[in-house]
């Protein structure tokens, strides 16, 4: 996965290097962060993302199945063991098995491959199908940014405009590989993961592990000696040892309160209180909810620590979004504008005071989150 993965690299460090470019070049005309909203408006119609694509295909299916009754009763069972073929008629089985195939390999939190693909456990899909259906989700209508992108480079000297133009376009030309990048370097996580439950079935067989889930307490050099039989049945107790000590850690890991920027190795805070991500106002009651149950945020708004692109499968049916980490660059983000869903990211700790289930108001532009 090093060329996916260097591509994604070298275009998110080139958006951020073009992003402070175009803040700097706003400072004594705007100021920041009063430039952040000019330049996403910008960048409001970048609809060739992979985000974007996830979310245009679950309401294509909503589309497809918005007319049949026994859909929404068949999604609310929440059990979708052997769905192909208990699904309620042959042409949401066909529309989902195309998009399993297509983005099947994607899911929240996908860099940990501890976590189960799509393809794995369509749950998510199916909560995000629910959740187009019951708030009988509409495309976004397409917003150009030209007016935008002219607003941007009003707030610029005269010297600097032409120069300008050019940074936008490289922009989005940077978005759609940073997308694609994180979508090819996806299939690497997801095919790390089958190389790991593969070590893993293995190792339980001859005991060396007690449960198969196991197999993602250890490094993949370690899973590798394990296939190799480098780290046999005779080391039993050092790898129940091991597996256990591991356990623990994780358990203790998932107790702190983790910092929302690392500066090198050092915990950082933000120094305000959100970011701009998208323009727009929106209000409704605050939803965190786990793994993308994204049908109960039909009209809300969603609150995550971090907005990856897992959650494109929210973008037909939230009504906005926050989170207590993320940039303007990031792939979610730039997908949320073309689907004019108002989001703040970069909270920080003001994230963990908001209360769940009251009614929220995001201002994307002011980036202000109130309840």
């Known amino acids: 996965g090093v060329d996916s993965m260097l591509a994604y690299y070298a275009a998110r460090h080139n958006l951020e290097l073009l992003y402070n470019r175009l803040i700097r070049a706003t400072l004594e005309t705007v100021g920041y962060p009063a430039a952040l909203p000019l330049i996403n408006g910008a960048l409001c119609d970048l609809d060739d993302l992979v985000e974007t694509e996830i979310a245009a295909a679950l309401m294509s299916l909503c589309e497809r199945s918005s007319a049949d009754d026994a859909v929404a009763a068949w999604l609310k069972q929440d059990s979708f063991d052997n769905w192909r073929a208990r699904a309620p008629n042959s042409t949401l089985a066909e529309g989902l098995t195309e998009f399993i195939g297509t983005y099947g390999h994607r899911v929240v939190g996908e860099a940990e491959i501890a976590r189960p693909r799509w393809y794995e456990d369509p749950t998510p899909v199916m909560h995000g199908l629910l959740g187009c259906l019951l708030r009988q989700a509409k495309p976004p209508i397409r917003t150009p940014s030209s007016q935008s992108r002219q607003r941007l480079l009003d707030a610029l000297d005269a010297a600097q405009v032409k120069g300008s133009e050019a940074v936008i376009q490289q922009l989005r030309r940077l978005h759609h590989l940073q997308s694609h990048a994180l979508h090819a370097l996806a299939y690497i996580w997801a095919g790390t993961r089958e ?153 920080g700790e003001a994230y963990y005071g908001l209360v769940e289930g009251a009614q929220t108001t995001v201002d994307g532009d002011a980036a202000t989150v109130e309840q």
């Open 195 to 347: 190389w790991a439950k593969a070590a893993a079935h293995e190792a339980a067989h001859d005991g060396r592990l007690q449960e198969e889930d196991e197999v993602f307490f250890f490094q993949l050099e370690e899973i590798k000696q394990m296939m190799t039989g480098e780290w046999n049945v005779s080391d039993l107790s050092d790898i129940h040892a091991t597996a256990a000590e591991r356990k623990r850690q994780v358990e203790a890991w998932r107790e702190l309160h983790t910092p929302p920027v690392l500066v090198g190795d050092r915990a950082a805070r933000f120094t305000g209180e959100g970011l701009p991500g998208v323009s727009g106002l929106a209000t409704g009651p605050l939803r965190r909810l786990p793994e993308q149950r994204t049908e109960g945020c039909k009209g809300a708004i969603l609150g995550v620590e971090y907005l990856d692109s897992g959650w494109a499968l929210a973008l037909p049916a939230a009504k906005g979004f926050v989170a207590a980490g993320g940039t303007p660059a990031d792939p979610f983000v730039a997908a949320a504008r073309a689907w004019h869903r108002p989001t703040v990211i970069g909270l």
